[in-house]
């Protein structure tokens, strides 16, 4: 694809996506770096975190902490324990009982998702000799590609672990072991903590082995499938990785190629859900369906083909919301404030999803015009060449930049936009376990602005745009302002596998110009403004301006109206 740098290794199978065109290879490796790489809520979405940031800061006491994340455990309500416990475990790193359950909620939460998937559920019939070639096509890429070594060991025990939750997960019963007996549950449970969880592994030959075993002892003990043994170690199998790493069912892996695409099919909503209240509309993309329909930011979905949709996952109500283009669809929506419902009737149809949904002057007195990018996608060098071409035009001699809440994109979109700014030296290095994975990118000085510049960034700014940070401040080309950003300095290479379905793998980490990465730390602004209400990037409700009382873009301005001032 025109514009879009890979690196090219092995082959594939007949018939996958390919990301580039090459009479030598036929598939490639795209550089892909973000938190959020594939949407919560399906095609009908963009990124979205279900356990997105709230209000709060999360429990008061560490007690306080351990018994909320205990209650939403037990209610089975793993989005929102998972934010609970990640907001505890940045209080009290210490305390072993909220890291175990962030764990454990994980696991369950990723259960809950692939058994909301039907591009995964569509895998479940696959015999046993079809389900194993999966798990080789895993074991072979991490063993081949993973930017650190892992173990067979630890590959078959986080499975194991997996297999163990996934025998107490509802969903997972209903659609394996609708009738079979709680105490023979238990009882097999017990014996994989004690036989499997930690049992010495060598290699890949003698993982299969293992998971054979378990696949014959599981159907004579529960009558449990083979193919749903198999599927949780090629799934849970993947949590001995990284955060970022993940093996991707058909599904996943066509919702992160639109995503890269900056277009899919769907109504153009960023949605999360509310528990028992519906599913929040976080964003709705402007030229959508959604908004074409009188669709609003901060409305919420209580109904969904008269479906009750109040009780829905975002997965479960994206298997509802997705459908091929043209096709109608009648969402119920509720106003918060007021309670009123009102019905929207859409039509599905292909949505552009821009990264840079605002770009205007916002202080025609000293030229200081201001761009939103919300992601790094193929489009992205495009639209912000567009976008500074209008603002120039309009009078600028200054600008904003502002990435808060952009959980990052492909690592040449980055490398692209950050060479409209710098004109020469380093702009970014990666480095990973195979020579192909490291690499230099170095600026190129025709075509430089160089108007003053101040990025804006806070703890949702991950990988692209932490990219785009680390070179901003080793060249001292602009001020940081706002928060710390996230800490993501991981790149991900997409690897198609068996059958249409994918790998987001961890190939390499990526360093700022002077060679630091800040992995787990992320990089402070040169202007801290503490969080607040008028500085958070997510939701808005109906506010007339998203920049309206926003205190970091009003610090942005006064260090640029200092700058001008001086000129």
Known sequence: MDGIGVHLVGSANPGEPVMSVSTLVEWALVVWISTTAVGLCGSPTLLARENSSAKDSGPETESDAVSEGNRLRTERRWAESIDLYEKSVKKWPDNDSLKQGLR?????FSIERRYSDRSFLEMLP?????????????????????????????????????????????????????????????????????????????????????????????????????????????????????????????????????????????????MKAENGKGLLLVNVLP??????????????????????????????????????????????????????????????????????????????????????????????TEELDAALLK?????????????????????????????????????????????????TYSAQAPGTWKVPLVLLTDGDSASASEIVAGAIHDHHRGTIVGRK??????????????????FRLTTAKFYSPSGQTYGKIGIRPDIEIAAGESTRTGYRGRRSDPLDDDRDVEAGLDVLRKQMAKR
């Open 126 to 270: 696959l015999s046993r000799p079809e389900a194993m070639v999966y798990l080789d096509d895993v074991l072979e890429k991490v063993r081949r590609y993973y930017v650190d070594p892992v173990t067979a060991t630890a590959f078959v025990a986080h499975g194991t672990e997996s297999l163990y939750f996934a025998l107490a997960n509802e969903k997972f019963l209903k659609k394996n072991l609708p009738s079979a007996s709680p105490d023979r549950i238990t009882t097999f449970r017990r014996m994989l903590r004690t036989l499997y969880w930690n049992k010495q592994v060598n290699g890949q030959d003698q993982a299969r082995r293992t998971v054979i075993e378990l696949c014959d002892t599981a159907q004579y003990e529960l009558g449990l499938p083979a193919t749903a043994v198999v599927l949780e170690f090629v799934f849970g199998g993947c949590n001995s990785l990284d955060d970022y790493s993940s093996y991707l069912t058909p599904g996943k892996l066509g919702d992160l190629y639109n995503n890269i695409d900056g277009e899919f099919v769907g109504i153009g909503i960023e």
């Open 485 to 502: 950003t996230y800490g993501k300095w991981s790149v991900q290479s997409i690897l198609p596998g068996h059958a249409e379905s994918g």
């Open 287 to 380: 030229e959508s369906p959604a908004e074409e329909g009188g669709a609003l930011a901060g409305d919420i979905i209580v109904m969904i083909n008269n479906v009750d949709s109040r009780k829905m996952s975002t997965e479960e109500a994206a298997s509802l919301l997705q459908g091929q283009a043209g096709t109608r669809l009648q969402l119920t929506l509720m106003n918060p404030s007021s309670s009123e419902e009102r019905k929207a009737t859409l039509i599905r149809r292909a949505v552009k999803v821009k990264s840079i949904p605002v770009a205007k002057i916002i202080d025609r007195a000293n030229g200081i015009g201001y761009i939103k990018m919300t992601g790094f996608q193929k489009n992205t």
């Open 391 to 439: 603002l120039n035009k309009d009078g600028m001699r200054a600008l904003i930049w502002d990435v808060r809440g952009n959980p990052g994109g492909l690592l040449t979109a980055a490398v692209e936009v950050l060479d409209r700014f710098i004109a020469d030296g380093v702009l970014v290095s990666t480095q990973g376990r195979t020579p192909d994975q490291n690499s």
């Open 104 to 108: 454990q909620s994980k696991i369950h």
